[in-house]
């Protein structure tokens, strides 16, 4: 890694390093992925095979649903679906 000098106004500061997602502006970024997780639902619940289709839809990048927020919210709400835990499921 290439080391980056530090301020003058701090001269016993220890020099920063910077990574691949450094800018030359000194500015860092995220390493977010791209693409969300697929979600796991669970077998023979209607609500996450409906929720799950409507990820595939909005993961479909030539789709008209295409719209990758919309499908971390599917993702999380996928997740949170309870099985299990006191739900009753009809």
């Known amino acids: 890694m290439a080391e980056i000098a530090h301020?003058?106004?701090?001269p016993d500061a220890?020099?920063?390093?910077?990574?691949?997602?450094?800018?030359p502006s000194g500015r860092m970024t995220l390493d977010?992925?791209?693409?969300?997780?697929?979600p796991k639902p669970h077998r023979g619940c209607?609500?996450?095979?409906?929720?799950?289709?409507?990820w595939l839809?909005?993961?479909?990048?030539?789709?008209?649903?295409?719209?990758?927020s919309h499908a971390v919210d599917l993702g999380i709400e996928?997740?949170?679906?309870?099985h299990g835990r006191g739900a009753k499921h009809r």
């Open 7 to 10: 301020s003058p106004s701090e």
């Open 14 to 23: 220890e020099p920063l390093t910077r990574s691949a997602t450094s800018r």
């Open 32 to 38: 977010a992925d791209p693409s969300p997780k697929e």
């Open 46 to 54: 209607d609500v996450c095979e409906a929720l799950y289709k409507q």
């Open 57 to 68: 839809m909005s993961m479909n990048r030539c789709g008209p649903a295409y719209d990758p």
């Open 78 to 82: 996928i997740g949170r679906h309870p």
